[in-house]
């Protein structure tokens, strides 16, 4: 089975702070995605990458930048934290590119509040 | 209107009762339809997908495609305490390999 692996299940930061959030699949997957996920809001695509060192924009990419040096591993940084970055954050990952249902394979959510 | 319309619910039944769960679409070029179910504090992880249009079944569950209408449903037979979780329905095509997802519809199954 796929595994997709959020090392941080639950944060508590401060206003300014920078926040890093990790996450690693370890089934050789060639996309990842960051999404938030707010009541009533639904999943929000923040960043994705379909390659190591590649990355693309989602539909709320402002205040977040990702990096994704190793195949494996793609963060998620919050340069400077603010309270409406308190959300549960997901990770996914998939195989499949221009073909097939590309299918996601999430982690298990880092809920991050910010004070 | 969003691509992909779900009601957030509520939906609360009775254990042993059937369930449908749907989304309706405005985007024609979808081709792959999914549906993840995500369960209180956890990810969601991928019940069931289809390719176009028709029906497919696993066990007590059955996703079914009318790509006429722009209409997808998941139907839960004997529903049991253990399928309360939110479901999310996904979609996917058009030259676009991101899907697309709904809101989720809550559903709450009582003993």
């Known amino acids: 089975d796929v595994k997709v692996t959020q090392s941080s299940r639950y944060l508590v930061k401060r206003t300014g702070e920078k926040v890093f959030l990790e996450c690693v699949q370890d089934?050789?997957?060639?996309?990842m995605f960051w999404y938030r996920q707010d009541p009533g809001l639904g999943l929000r695509l923040i960043y994705f990458?379909?390659?190591?060192?590649?990355?693309e924009k989602g539909d709320i990419p402002e205040g977040y930048s990702v990096s994704r040096e190793k195949k494996e591993r793609f963060s998620l940084i919050l340069e400077s934290a603010s309270t409406n970055q308190t959300s549960m954050y997901l990770c996914a990952s998939s195989l499949d590119g221009d073909s097939g249902a590309n299918v996601l394979t999430f982690g298990a959510g880092s809920r991050l509040t910010v004070l | 209107q969003k691509e992909v319309e779900q009601d957030p619910g509520p939906l609360s039944v009775p254990e042993g009762a059937i369930v449908s769960l749907n989304c309706t679409y405005s985007n024609s070029a979808f081709q792959y339809f999914m549906w993840y179910r995500q369960y209180s504090r956890k990810g969601p992880e991928l019940l069931m997908y289809t390719y176009s249009s028709g029906n497919k079944e696993d066990g007590r569950f059955t996703a079914q495609v009318d790509k006429s209408s722009k209409y997808i449903s998941l139907f839960i037979r004997d529903s049991q305490p253990s399928d309360s979780a939110t479901y999310l329905c996904?979609?996917?095509?058009?030259?676009?390999?991101?899907?697309?997802f709904g809101r989720g519809t809550s559903l709450i199954v009582h003993p």
């Open positions: 990458s379909y390659d190591v060192k590649m990355k």
């Open positions: 089934m050789d997957h060639e996309n």
């Open positions: 996904a979609m996917r095509g058009g030259g676009s390999y991101i899907p697309t």
